[in-house]
């Protein structure tokens, strides 16, 4: 599970290196709170984590991926979650099914390559989340 501070709580705080043992207890005490019942960061986390990469170099792709997720009558599209920091970028990551579990058929389509497809995918239901299930989609250049 990720920790964060929300952006307001961050603004206009500043911390000197001498406040740092007296606010260690605070953090800690933070954290610990985050495995309380009832204590659940207020992130949203996808139920479905794709990297996608080309099957035969294994590199990311020079083309945008595009995708979706279905379970039953739900539908939802993937979208660019991480890139790289190069120039232009490529997408690392695509998301979908924001706090939903459940059992998904995946879908991962880019221009020059065989689509992928990927059928049981298993988000589980966490504590306070969706327990994301992430993967690799290594995409096949098309003939």
Not at 16 to 26: D, I, K
Not at 45 to 56: Q, S, T, Y
Request: net charge negative; glycine share 6%.
């Amino acid at each position: 599970m990720r920790f964060s501070l929300p952006a307001a709580f961050l603004e206009g705080l500043t911390i000197r290196t001498a406040s740092l043992p007296l606010l260690a207890p605070v953090l800690v005490a933070s954290l610990a709170a985050c495995s309380e019942p009832g204590a659940c960061l207020l992130n949203i986390e996808p139920a479905v984590e794709v990297e996608v990469k080309d099957r035969v170099t294994q590199d990311y792709l020079a083309v945008t991926p595009r995708g979706v997720v279905r379970e039953g009558s739900f539908e939802d599209s993937l979208r660019v979650s991480g890139t790289t920091l190069e120039l232009p970028p490529r997408v690392v990551t695509l998301i979908a099914a924001d706090e939903r579990s459940g059992r998904y058929v995946v879908r991962v389509e880019a221009e020059g390559y065989l689509p992928w497809d990927s059928a049981g995918v298993q988000a589980g239901e966490g504590d306070c989340h969706v327990e994301t299930a992430r993967f690799t989609a290594a995409l096949e250049p098309a003939p």
